[in-house]
């Protein structure tokens, strides 16, 4: 009988443990469970979220990127077709004139160039008493992709005193012309193909007129691209060229001694030319300055022996 009783209370004793045991097992899984849960649901929303707006974000991201990439792609690219129209002013002078007309229009031949307009005026230097020298203006067209080499050999001809380039671009000025002609031509088009499915006189007029407008229009829009093309393909240069004594000297002095120098030798190269110029005005004018002084010693002669005659008839009376 105590046997059976501590048999039954070891029994109740472990089916006690058993329950609590459970019970055990039971909340940790549940809050193993719930926490898991928690766990995984932020997770999951925090990835849904980047997976969306991360996505989202990289597509704009990249977006703009492509599109700044582009535009300044486009702004850093060249425009390898610019119409460009160069104006050059060149003033030479030269002691030998003759041949350096020769040189300057050899080195226009040269260059596959050719002489707009020219004209010569004025005396030798060698013929002359003093100004004006000649002077030769000119006009000329050179290949723009030679005119840099051509700018270099007419150092030559004589000495540059000066030199002036002037770039204008009118690329956008020409490629909008050129669609504009582009779309007057699909006008043109449109109205002829109206011209032959219209069937009334009225309609005819009207459209012949358009018509006539539109090609006036593109045929004054093909003359000015045809201007920019010669004016782009051809560089004008304007050269003026001097016949001098002797040639100026264009380097400016530095120190002070160079300073004196070149003053002095400016002075004694205008005194030297005063006395030249005295000389050959004399020398020149010799006879009429002979005859004058004739006169001019005649008149004096005469004049003091009126003198002397009027005052010896106030003494006397």
Do not use: W
Not at 96 to 110: D, G, P, V
Not at 129 to 136: E, M, T
Not at 137 to 147: A, D, K, M, V
Not at 255 to 280: P, Q, Y
């Amino acid at each position: 009988m105590k046997a059976q009783r501590s048999s039954f209370k070891l029994f109740k004793l472990f089916v006690i443990l058993a329950i609590v045991l459970a019970l055990f097992a039971g909340c940790g899984n549940s809050n193993m469970d719930s926490k898991s849960t928690s766990d995984i649901a932020p997770s999951k929303g925090i990835n849904q979220e980047k997976g969306t707006g991360g996505v989202a974000s990289e597509m704009k991201k990249e977006t703009s990127d492509a599109s700044n990439k582009e535009g300044n792609t486009d702004a850093k690219a060249p425009v390898t077709n610019r119409k460009l129209i160069k104006n050059v002013e060149l003033s030479v002078e030269t002691t030998n004139f003759n041949e350096s007309i020769k040189k300057l229009e050899a080195f226009i031949k040269q260059f596959d160039g050719y002489i707009e307009s020219n004209s010569i005026t004025g005396t030798s230097v060698s013929e002359a008493n003093k100004a004006p020298a000649r002077h030769a203006s000119y006009t000329i067209r050179i290949p723009s992709g030679t005119l840099d080499t051509y700018l270099n050999e007419v150092g030559s001809v004589g000495n540059v005193l000066s030199k002036n380039i002037a770039t204008n671009d009118v690329t956008d000025q020409y490629f909008d012309t050129e669609a504009r002609v582009t779309s007057l031509k699909v006008q043109e088009q449109r109205l002829l193909e109206l011209l032959k499915q219209t069937g009334t006189l009225k309609d005819i007029v009207e459209l012949e007129k358009e018509l006539s407008s539109v090609r006036y229009e593109i045929e004054r829009l093909t003359t000015t691209l045809k201007k920019y093309d010669s004016l782009v393909d051809y560089s004008t240069v304007h050269l003026t060229l001097a016949e001098v004594a002797s040639i100026t000297d264009t380097t400016q002095p530095k120190t002070t001694g160079e300073r004196i120098s070149h003053t002095f030798k400016k002075n004694l190269t205008a005194v030297s030319n005063f006395v030249k110029d005295v000389t050959v005005f004399l020398i020149g004018n010799s006879p009429v300055l002979f005859i004058l002084g004739i006169i001019v010693t005649a008149g004096v002669f005469i004049g003091r022996r009126f003198m002397k005659k009027y005052k010896n008839n106030n003494i006397s009376s």
